[in-house]
């Protein structure tokens, strides 16, 4: 089955699964954002609630939790998650773009995006929007992915490098987004920048093949004549000898940054 959606994002059976692999994660950039009880949260790019259902729990009835994203079955899934979990008089969910969030100024103390900023060819109009939305003295949170950190422990070194270039530079619009965050919170004058970068391991090939989405960049490698059918077949190769061996290894940071709206 694809990870992807009809609009080329992933899909929500998959950000599920990521979800668990990234829980300890989610809940740092909610400690970030010093989310509280009573707290008003948005969640920008959703998904299908991953992170604003545990969040309407932390914040309670007296708090407020929004979430936007494009994608109108993902919103349908997190507002059905949002009534399941019985959070639903507090948290609401709507479709929206990023860089035309229908709050008014200032109206919530915490903001984050997860994965969202890899998806956007320009960060500066979500990142503004974020800004704006946020009361002075609240906090912004992102993390996502520096695809540029990835790494897979075969002895294929040349083809693991084209391959990993291929997922960095084709298999999202801006893999180069995560590390460029730090600097983009500074040049918008946030205060009290916390930047931590984390470390994602999958040590188990089967799993990094279905989270790293690999059938579809091994199909966009071959569509873009990046990697030939030989070369993919080698790779795999050499990814399940490792793994045989107990040895396979792939990690990648995530770039978490936070910082306080002066
Ligand atoms: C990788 S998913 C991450 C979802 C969620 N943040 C999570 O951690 O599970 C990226 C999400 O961003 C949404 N998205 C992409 N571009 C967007 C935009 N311009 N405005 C709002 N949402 C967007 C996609 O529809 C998708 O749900």
Redesign the pocket.
């Known amino acids: 089955m694809s990870n992807q959606n009809d ?1 080329g ?2 899909n929500s059976e998959y ?1 599920n699964k ?2 668990a692999v ?1 829980e300890n994660v ?1 809940r740092t950039t909610y400690q970030r954002m010093r989310v509280m009880e009573g707290s008003r949260v948005l ?6 609630g ?2 604003t259902i545990p969040l309407a729990k932390l914040v309670g009835s007296w708090g407020r939790v929004a979430g ?4 109108a079955a ?1 919103i349908e899934q997190a507002n059905s998650r949002a009534i399941q979990n019985g959070v639903s008089g507090w948290c609401e969910h709507r479709v ?4 035309a969030l229908p709050f008014d100024d200032e109206s919530f103390d915490a903001v984050r ?4 900023f ?3 060819q320009n960060p500066e109009p ?1 990142l503004r929007e974020m800004l704006r939305v946020t009361r002075a003295g609240g906090y912004i949170c992102v993390l996502d992915t520096d695809y540029a950190s990835a790494s897979i422990a075969i002895d294929e070194h040349e083809l693991e490098r084209r391959f990993t270039r291929a997922v960095l530079e084709h298999s999202v619009k801006n893999g180069y987004a995560a590390r460029e965050m730090p600097l983009l919170f500074q040049q918008h004058e946030l205060d009290e920048i916390d930047l931590e970068i984390v470390p994602v391991v999958y040590a188990d090939y089967a799993m990094a093949r279905e989270l790293g989405r690999w059938n579809e960049i091994e199909r966009i490698a071959l569509e873009l004549n990046l990697l030939n059918e030989q070369e993919i077949q080698h790779l795999r190769a050499s990814c399940e000898r490792a793994d045989a061996q107990g040895g396979f290894l792939l990690h990648v940071n995530m770039v978490m940054v936070a910082g306080r709206k002066g």
């Open positions: 609009n994002y992933v950000l990521l979800g990234l989610k969640d920008v790019g959703c998904g299908p991953t992170d936007i994203d494009t994608d993902m929206a773009e990023s860089d995006a997860e994965r969202l890899q998806h956007l979500t």
